[in-house]
């Protein structure tokens, strides 16, 4: 008997159901999601609201969130890309600019008395 409920629960469940680990992990994928809409979203949401949201809005939202940021630090490696300086670690002064012997113009000398 236990042979054949093997043979026919092939997922060692003889219902369909989470298993408390599975159930864990999606309660904390959750979570993490609405977190991230929350956080992300700058303001534009509230907790409720995500919480609330059908699971493909929020699964949209979600996307549409991190296709943006991922948008974001693509810009900011091309811009940064060809900004690249090399600092030589054993004489760190080499690659620095020279710094100006004239004070700045904002300073001004004390009236003498």
């Known amino acids: 008997m ?8 092939q997922l060692g469940l003889a219902f369909f159901g989470l298993t408390l ?9 959750l979570f993490s999601t609405i977190h991230e809409i929350v956080f992300h979203g700058k303001g534009g949401y509230d ?5 609330n949201m059908p699971i493909w809005l929020r699964t949209f939202t979600f ?4 296709e943006y940021y991922d948008e974001q630090v ?9 900004n690249t ?4 670690l054993n004489n760190p002064t080499k690659n620095t600019p020279p710094q100006s012997k004239q004070p700045p113009s ?3 000398k004390r009236a003498k008395k």
């Open 63 to 66: 996307n549409k969130l991190k």
């Open 2 to 9: 236990e042979q054949t409920t093997k043979l026919q629960f």
């Open 106 to 108: 904002y300073v001004t």
């Open 74 to 82: 693509e810009t900011n490696k091309k811009a940064t890309q060809g």
């Open 47 to 51: 907790w409720e609201t995500v919480y």
């Open 85 to 88: 300086t090399q600092i030589d």
């Open 21 to 29: 680990n599975n159930a864990s992990d999606i309660r904390k994928n």
